[in-house]
């Protein structure tokens, strides 16, 4: 038996646990189930979902900002400012949340049921020019921030800018935009770190969610032995994940810091206080109103993703 | 001479039917020509807006992509009206009489079939980012400022049914064409020669559309 | 069936279909479908299996035709076409004319050096080639130059607006790989220019062996010709406003595009452009965009089928098999795109071989961090990536002027139809020679390309 798995892009630390997880199935079954991990061959990034309910591969990445209301439960972890620090605490919220009817009923409208997140960290600012500590900074500052996250920064005056990711070093470049909001790898991928002269450190603005899901039918045509290989195996290939990120991906993002001098800028806890209180306040106000129009339990997502924080910080 | 031919008319009913079509397909063209002209003003807005008061086009790219919906499909008929989807007539070019009608209607039935199944795998397409309960009916967003797709995704299934409409009225042409040994059959694009080109364009301005130009 | 197998199969039956006649879009989307039919009948049974076919192959067309990248490619079109009516291609050509027309086939290299100007404010080499063959071709046909001859230069002209900047083609690499999208349509600018010069070497040459192609275009004063400046030089203006846009931070490089449309506007319409005219430029780039959409859709339907037949999969360790240098080994690759270009469009062959061809010449160069001492080419990564994009972009413009799908051949063909589609690939037949010439130039003296990069980013 051969599985597709389709995700996008080029094999990089955000791909990591799906080649572990091949790798882990094809091991435990002897080469009996083995997973085919295509990067952008078998679909459009934003339209796993659509391939997975056709039925045209198996397995699947997506991220739940690409398209809101294809997947409005999983939203919930991409709020501004839940408060998540870590991967390990991102880990734990988004399994809790996963884990709740809500979301999976939403997930199987796509027939599609979620095996793991793929954590990302915290999607912190870098900026070209004077360093910006305080809320006042920010305004009138052109950043490149998309969805929820553009919202939030535009709630404290600053000017979000929409273009793609791969514009964003040009633009950075040319001045067009002062910063931009990635996670680590991206910073590094589309380079803006060249250009910049501060990271945030701990500004924690919110981040993408990004699950990896399978066909509910093809799971459930698995032998036992072969469903067993995944279930084992993916916590396995995702403490693999995060593992290699914090090790390859903050490790090397330290030392680069480091070495271009880029200032790790703190940002006091009564400015965090203050920012959480502009933005998130009022986003997760308009998310819950949204989703209770819809008929989705809002109160019932919050607490359980703030409940499996604290949980989590024990 | 691929990206030209011309269409004949006549009174019959085949090509009533056929002008018939023709002028919905040149305003759809026209409203895609449009929508280029209308993007275009819109990044001008983007650049003078951010430069200028500091303020872009909120979700620019979001619209910039529903907007090109429009002018990727919208003309798609009209092009193979006028004979404008490109093909290689090295070998068809050199038939006539009914060798050609052969020809020509394999490759239309082809075509038809194939948009046939594009039009449903299209509509399906649509109708997973359509639902009647949701907000907007939306079930799927754009990245940034959350627009709904469905009526970008809905906008190709139509066009791709228009081109199928335009297709059956070829396979129609062209099968009157055999079966009537026609050699100057109506409603079908003709391979023409250079001869009759020459006399067509020495009355026409440079510049004008080929549809224009055939309907004076 | 092995997927692999089916792959070359349905890859034969495309260049069948092509070949009698069927429009070429629609040849591959049709074959790029049957192949997901086939694929999946066999996984699920040929009534699901065509269920999935069906499904898959119709979300292709809007999921890939809406993608921001390729929204350039109307609005370069329409400049083109506004360029037209602004008058600024027809004194460009006025003033190349005057100035180089005393060569041996004066007005071919004329037109070289017009198509090259042009190119600096259009980004798509099809639409070049349109509006030259409406400005160029009567011009020199009226002066007794070979028909095939004049449709080849017309062709090969328009190619040039794919390395000078701005351009679509290069913007779509930027894209695929990753890399800076200013940085590619800046190491476009010498490469462009120096194919040019070789274009123009080699229409003197010609004419020169054979006169009958076509006489030098003398009388002209020099005060004629100073008088000829001016009304070229608004083109400079557009330019220079592009430039401003894109270095001094007004807009990234396709907001740039827009704002250099919208100065050519304001020019056609200061020259008098009326309504029906401006219909006509619309419905002529809605026509030209349309038939290039539906072309990239109908190729990526084939692409997601090769995707699934893993194609590319086989090729990349094919290629990381081979036992030999690494020159070598990228001079195999680019012959290779040379066989596949004839068969292919220009957006979908690198649509279609980049992901597997880009890795592997950024490995056999050393890899992406390589410094250029311990580098196969003698370049850094980051510089590979831009010496291989402005290489595999010029083979993706040849490839528009070889037979049996060059695009540029069927649009000169198309604006002339008094010229058959054969004689215009005839005609620039001798342009291959050229564009040899220019890529191994390219490959001997990389500087070419990186000196522009290397200046402004030290
Ligand atoms: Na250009
Ligand atoms: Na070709």
Known sequence: LEW?????????????????LAELVSEKTNGDFTMNVSYGGLSNNKENLDGIQIGAFEMAQFCAGYHEDKNPTVTVLELPFIGVQTLEEEVAVSE?????????????????????????PQYNIVGTGEPRRTLADFEGMRVRATGGLGEAFAAVGAVPTSMTASEVYSAMESGVIDTAAFAQHAHLSFRTIDLATWWTENLNPGTVNCPVVANIDAYEALTPEQKQALDESAPEALAYYVQNYEKNVIGEWNRILEEKGVEKVHVSDEEIAAFREAAGGPARAAWTEQMKAQGLPAEELLATVDEALAKARE | MAGHSSVREDSSALSRADRALFRVESGLNLAAGVVVFALMLLAV????????????????????????????????????????????DILIGRLTGRALWVAELISTVLMLLLTLALTVGAFRHFQRAFDWNATWFSRDSSIDIALPLWPAKLLVPLALGLLALRLALQIWGFWRALRDDDDAPVAVPLIESAAEVAAAEAETVIGEPVGERERG | MDPLNIGLILSGLLVVLVLIGVRVGFAAAFVGFAGLFWIFAQKMGLEKGFDVAVSMAGSVPHSKATTYSLSLIPTFILIGYLAYYAGLTKYLFEAAKRWVGW???????????????????????????????????????????????????????????????????????????????????????????????????????????????????????????????????????????????????????????????????????????????????????????????????????YVRFLGFADLPGAFADFLSGLDQSPMVTLI????????????????????????????????????????????AFGMTGSECAIWFGIIVVKMAELCLI?????????????????????????????????????????????????YLPRLLLG
């Open chain 1, 4 to 20: 597709n798995v389709s995700t996008w892009g080029k094999r990089r630390a955000f791909t990591e646990h799906l080649e572990k």
């Open chain 1, 96 to 120: 809790a949340v996963y884990a709740l009817p809500a979301v999976k009923e939403d997930m199987a409208r796509w027939n599609a049921m979620i095996l793991m997140p793929s954590p990302m």
């Open chain 2, 45 to 88: 807005a983007q650049i003078m807006g951010r430069k200028l008061f500091n303020v872009p086009v909120p979700g620019f790219i979001d619209w910039v992509e529903q907007a090109m919906a429009v002018f990727a499909f919208l003309g798609i008929a009209y092009c193979q009206r006028v004979g404008g989807h490109i093909r290689m």
């Open chain 3, 103 to 301: 060569l041996p086939g004066g007005l071919g290299v004329a037109t070289v050096f017009a198509t090259a100007g042009f190119a600096a404010v259009s980004g798509a080499s099809v639409a070049t080639s349109a509006v030259f063959a409406r400005i160029a071709i009567p011009e020199m046909l009226a002066e007794g130059y070979d028909r095939r001859f004049a449709a080849g230069v017309v062709a090969a002209g328009g190619t040039l607006a794919s390395l000078i900047p701005p351009s679509a083609i290069l913007v779509i690499y930027a894209i695929i790989v990753e890399q800076s999208v200013g940085q590619l349509l800046l190491a476009g600018f010498i490469p462009g220019a120096y194919s040019a010069l070789i274009y123009g070497l080699l229409v003197i040459l010609m004419a020169k062996f054979r006169p009958s192609l076509g006489p030098a275009v003398r009388g002209f004063t020099w005060k004629q010709r100073f008088e000829s400046i001016p009304g070229a030089l608004p083109i400079f203006f557009v330019v220079a406003i592009i430039i401003y846009c894109i270095y001094f931070g007004w807009g990234t490089p396709t907001e740039a595009g827009a704002l250099g449309a919208f100065v050519v506007l304001c020019m056609a319409l200061w020259n008098g452009m009326k309504w029906g005219q401006l219909k006509s430029a619309l419905m002529e780039s809605a026509k030209l965009t349309v038939m290039i959409f539906t072309i990239i859709w109908g190729v990526l339907i």
């Open chain 3, 332 to 375: 195999m690759i680019l012959l290779a795109y040379a066989v596949l270009g004839m068969f292919m469009d220009a957006i979908g062959m690198l649509l279609l071989t980049l992901p597997v061809v880009y890795p592997a010449v950024m490995a056999l160069n050393g890899g992406l961090n390589v410094s250029a001492a311990d580098s």
């Open chain 3, 402 to 450: 070889t037979p049996p799908i060059g695009l540029n051949c069927f649009v000169v063909a198309g604006v002339r139809p008094d010229i058959s589609v054969q004689d215009v690939f005839r005609g620039a037949t001798p342009f291959f020679v050229a564009d040899a010439i220019t890529i191994a130039g390219l490959i001997a003296f990389p500087g070419i390309v990186l």
